[in-house]
């Protein structure tokens, strides 16, 4: 396993602790984490300590690639774990802030409902022998949601003191500029889907 391999899976791992983090009612154990008043926002540790290793499990997706284009070692599965690791590190996450009431449910249903469309179009191309490379809206989708999600674990401050939901309108932008981005892939590759196989 190399590197980038190895950071792909501490993403994973990172993933995991988010996850618990944020799901598991901890008062039920016992557990209980501080809870402070800033400026009249009501911070839970807990969503803090998340929100920090979100951010550091964010760098590592960044990190594996650069370090395997870099030093030539892009590998079948490091690129597998890195697609897993990517979902993992997201989809979770939406789906939980939208259960304990910190995002509207809307924002999971359309950000993964548009995953799913744009995997199958990769995989329906990879399978014709065609790469199904990023577009400029895919990667304006991503920021905007990671950016939106590190804000709301931080309770969106500082924006919050001002009373402006800067995190909601990123997931909301992410939301809107995931639709747009599923329609350019399905019409950038059509010709490709609906193309039969060629059989050697």
């Known amino acids: 396993m190399n590197l980038p391999t190895k950071i792909t899976v501490l993403r994973l ?3 995991v602790f988010i996850i618990l983090l944020i799901y ?8 209980s984490f ?5 400026n009249g926002v009501a911070v839970e540790l807990n969503y803090i300590i998340a929100g920090v290793i979100f951010i550091v499990a964010s760098i590592t997706d960044f990190l ?6 870099k ?3 892009v590998t079948d599965t490091g690129k597998m774990l890195d697609a897993i690791a990517d979902k993992v590190l997201v989809n979770p996450i939406l789906i939980i802030l939208a259960a304990n009431g910190f995002i509207n449910s809307i924002i999971p249903v359309i950000i993964i409902t548009r995953d799913i469309i744009v995997d199958a179009i990769k995989m329906e191309a990879s399978s014709k022998g065609k790469v199904v490379a990023a577009i400029k809206s895919g990667k304006l989708k991503t920021a905007t949601m990671m950016i939106g999600l590190t804000l709301v674990f931080f309770y969106n401050m500082p924006f919050e003191f001002i009373n ?7 997931l909301y932008f992410a939301c809107i500029m995931s639709i747009i ?3 350019e892939y399905f019409n950038l590759n059509k010709n490709i889907i609906f193309t039969k196989k060629e059989n050697n």
Not at 164 to 170: A, H, N
């Open 13 to 15: 791992i990172l993933t």
């Open 24 to 31: 598991i009612p901890f008062s039920l154990f016992g557990i």
């Open 34 to 38: 501080p809870k402070y008043d800033i």
């Open 64 to 69: 594996d690639g650069y370090l395997a284009r």
């Open 71 to 73: 030093n030539n070692q």
């Open 164 to 170: 402006i939901r800067v995190d909601l309108f990123l």
């Open 181 to 183: 981005s599923a329609c």
